[in-house]
């Protein structure tokens, strides 16, 4: 495993964006980025190793997640009532 000690850059092109990793292995999040992500001071992210490369997944905290179920509400009901009706055979069985 290398480990990387740089100062901090970014610079944006049509590729994609570069960023350093500073002594502290810190990595800078390009503001672009930021925005079309919705990532926020704070947020998290999941770094998960591929194939490819490395993913970066933003973390929404709980509360941003609030009222996103709505448009799919029924469905989610009706889910939870059918788990309701197969837990009650399970224990009768």
Not at 22 to 33: D, Y
Request: charge should be negative; hydrophobic fraction near 40%.
């Amino acid at each position: 495993m290398f480990k990387y000690h740089f100062s901090y850059e970014i610079h944006g092109d049509l590729m994609g964006y570069i960023a350093k990793v500073t002594s502290k292995s810190m990595v800078t999040i390009p503001v672009e980025i930021m925005r079309k992500y919705g990532i926020k001071e704070g947020m998290k992210v999941k770094f998960i190793e591929t194939d490819a490369g490395i993913l970066v997944i933003p973390i929404p905290k709980l509360e941003d997640l609030r009222g996103v179920d709505r448009q799919h509400a029924a469905l989610i009901i009706e889910g939870i009532k059918e788990l309701g009706v197969e837990h009650r055979e399970e224990v009768r069985e």
